[in-house]
């Protein structure tokens, strides 16, 4: 049984033991499940039984399962909880889990909390929440082991034994100065690989890869992902080790950016909520206002068709081909804008020039449109009867459209890019309409050179 089709199971036999009220035999369930697929099965229940799901589990298990649930849930079950067990569970989670927890609550309910966490938690929760979103300051977690580069390597694993359990990892040690500045990395298989009296100082890597509190969380991301690391040091303007990312939570940060730039290419506001357990009419407002704008600026492509009415009305066939050439136009642009957008947030096209990616974009759209074109010419020449002339029109502007088409999707992110906004987002009603409005302005022209109308 795959781990989705077991998931699907304990679900299912979760929601019907809860309906029979067999509470003893859910919570012997959920004994072997791990805590991420329990949540996933929380998630799926009915309001009314996520509260009675959660109280099955042991405090510990609890506070592990609740930081793998959806933000709403999350605020959802803290309305239901007890005051101490809310501030049970909100203490004992990862202070960069409970600063993502805090974020979405309101702020009554967050001072609240964090005046009744511990003296310790409550630092290091307010330290996260001091740094602006989406920087490495707010994603990090302060729970890391430090230590001075005079220690033995016997030394530094009795330290990591009696620290163990107080930080998020343990796979790098990072050695630090009396000014707690970053000096250097050890990794435990260097630790554990070494002689005993070695020091740290001996067997650390100097050059370190780190970044900053302020720096933006995908390039966090690109970094982590770029050395193969298990976690990211972050450093003050002071160059002091103040937290590090972990793995766990870059994967969480490229879903969601992966996810806002899917939801902007198709023109959807998005911020950051579950797209699917949003009330319809916020979901209505997200999408609309994309609509709206393509709404009015079609209405340019409309009003040029009705000015050629004339032209229309001698050589009906032409108005028969509209659709045809904007939907490829429309295509052939959303192609180029999602190849460049993706490689701008890659840094696929890093090493080259925005001038270079049109140019090889343009060319690719004036293959397609050739090939599209001669295909489409030869194929209306033969179901009009013989009518070449408005078979070739059409052939001609659609290798004109394709052209212009790649070349508007592949330059617009840039520009877009150019002014701080997102290049997702913009480029594709832009793209969308300008395709439209340039590609029956050019099939006209084409058709009335043809035709000599």
């Not at 319809?280 to 009705?306: D, F, M, P, Y």
């Not at 140019?359 to 397609?368: D, K, M, P, V």
Request: proline share 3%; charged share 20%.
């Amino acid at each position: 049984m795959s781990r989705s089709e077991l998931r699907q199971l304990v679900r299912s036999q979760l929601q019907m033991l809860l309906t029979q009220g067999n509470l003893q035999g859910a919570k012997a369930l959920l004994v072997p499940v791990q805590p991420v697929d329990i949540a996933e099965a929380i998630e799926g229940l009915e309001e009314s039984q996520q509260v009675i799901a959660f109280r099955l589990l042991s405090k510990a298990e609890a506070i592990e399962v609740y930081e793998h649930l959806d933000s709403a849930i999350q605020q959802a079950l803290i309305q239901k909880f007890k005051h101490q067990e809310v501030l049970d569970i909100v203490d004992q989670m990862s202070p960069d889990d409970r600063a993502k927890l805090l974020d979405e609550l309101p702020a009554k309910v967050v001072r609240r909390l964090l005046s009744q966490l511990s003296p310790k938690e409550r630092q290091a929760t307010a330290l996260l929440l001091g740094y602006e979103e989406d920087t490495a300051g707010r994603i990090m977690t302060p729970e890391y082991i430090s230590l001075k580069d005079y220690l033995t390597v016997t030394q530094t694993l009795d330290r990591i034994r009696s620290l163990a359990n107080a930080s998020e990892l343990i796979y790098y040690l990072y050695v630090t100065n009396a000014s707690r500045q970053l000096m250097g990395i050890v990794s435990l298989r260097d630790l554990v690989v070494s002689a005993p009296d070695k020091t740290l100082g001996e067997i650390m890597t100097r050059d370190v890869v780190c970044v900053h509190t302020n720096t933006d969380q995908e390039e966090v991301a690109r970094l982590i992902q770029r050395y193969d690391l298990l976690a990211l040091p972050v450093v003050d303007l002071e160059q002091r080790l103040v937290g590090v990312v972990t793995v766990d939570d870059v994967l969480d940060i490229l879903e969601q950016e992966a996810t806002e730039d899917i939801y902007a290419l198709g023109g959807v506001q998005s911020d950051g909520d579950n797209y699917f357990q949003t009330n319809l009419l916020t979901v209505a407002r997200k999408r609309v206002v994309w609509l709206l704008i393509l709404l009015g600026t079609n209405t340019i492509t409309s009003e040029i068709i009705r000015s050629q009415s004339e032209l229309l009305t001698k050589v009906v066939a032409l108005a028969a081909f509209i659709p045809l050439l904007t939907g490829t136009g429309g295509n052939v642009g959303a192609q180029s804008s999602t190849v460049v957008i993706r490689g701008l947030n890659t840094d696929e096209i890093r090493d080259l020039g925005p001038l270079q990616v049109i140019w090889r974009e343009g060319l690719a759209g004036l293959l397609l449109g050739t090939f599209l074109g001669a295909i489409a010419t030869v194929y209306f020449y033969l179901s009009l009867q013989n009518a070449f002339a408005v078979a070739f029109s059409v052939g001609i502007s659609l290798v004109a459209i394709s052209t212009l088409a790649s070349v508007a999707g592949s330059s617009l992110p840039f520009l877009f890019r150019s002014f701080g906004l997102d290049p997702a987002l913009m480029s594709a009603p832009f793209i969308t309409t300008a395709v439209d409005v340039a590609g029956v302005l050019i099939y006209f022209k084409i058709a009335r050179l043809m035709l000599g109308l």
